[in-house]
């Protein structure tokens, strides 16, 4: 991998939030914990965002996908990317694009799933694009800050449970699959990673409207160390009709809690 860097002169660029992971060891357990989390790889295509110089990309290769779509902004990416596919021939396909603003759902037809070292500069904005979909996917097997990981595996009553708590447990089951040391990483970023497995569910956990959920979080978590009676108080909800206490605080309630609360508040 490090010779791929110095031929295709791939310095990581802040500005894309690169941070790029060459131990293929590594990339491989990532890959292993991704098809772990939804059976066999069978006829399944893989879509990666932020490849990079190809060190995921290699591992998913490697596995018995079907295909691989890897999803890249950087112009000097594609072109290793490029030489890669020429090794695979049929089996990775190089789009050149902003993830932000890709459809990656139509990108390829069913079975399809998201193995992923994200640019953390806009890792959560994908997740959520993602969750509002979620059922497209076989699964989502993602690298995030260990903090932002933290936040989505999150259970009531800790500080690191929150509005992206919430939300990602609403439409997904999350599991926590290892930590991964910032020193695997060239650069180093300045935080510890984690990788995370999201299964979607069939169904959300509990019935609500998403805007009305995202609404109701914003609200509660703005003011967390509030009691809801005063954070929800704009809602005018009858606490005794929904069985919580107005005393408790946003952290304390449970997602389906706050499924109820989106359903009788009018939003």
């Not at 260990?146 to 439409?171: C, D, F, H, M, N």
Request: charged letters at 25%; a positive charge.
């Amino acid at each position: 991998m490090g010779d791929v860097i110095r031929r295709f002169g791939l310095g990581a660029r802040k500005s894309l939030g690169q941070h790029f992971l060459l131990d293929l060891n590594l990339c491989r357990r990532i890959v292993r914990a991704a098809g772990d989390s939804a059976g066999d790889w069978g006829d399944v295509t893989v879509i990666e965002i932020g490849p990079g110089p190809g060190g995921l990309t290699r591992a998913l290769l490697e596995s018995g996908a079907r295909k691989v779509l890897a999803v890249e902004k950087d112009s000097r990416c594609v072109e290793a990317l490029r030489e890669l596919s020429a090794a695979y021939p049929g089996r990775l396909e190089v789009i050149e694009a902003d993830a932000l603003e890709t459809d990656v759902q139509a990108l390829t037809s069913p079975p399809r799933r998201i193995v992923a070292n994200l640019p953390y500069n806009i890792a959560t904005p994908l997740l959520l694009g993602w969750l509002r979909r979620i059922t497209d996917f076989d699964g989502l097997t993602l690298m995030f800050q260990k903090e932002v990981a933290g936040r989505l595996v999150a259970q009531p009553g800790g500080k690191a449970y929150g509005r992206l708590s919430v939300i990602t447990q609403w439409r997904a089951e999350v599991r926590h699959e290892f930590n991964v040391s910032k020193h695997a990483f060239t650069p180093p970023p300045k935080v510890a990673s984690s990788v995370v497995s999201l299964i979607p569910r069939p169904a959300p956990l509990a019935p609500a409207d998403w805007e009305s959920l995202e609404k109701v979080t914003a609200q509660a978590f703005g003011q967390r160390r509030k009691m809801l009676r005063s954070s929800l108080k704009p809602l005018n909800l009858d606490f005794s009709a929904l069985g919580i206490e107005p005393t408790a605080r946003a952290e304390e309630l449970s997602v389906e809690q706050f499924c109820a609360i989106a359903r009788a508040g009018g939003i």
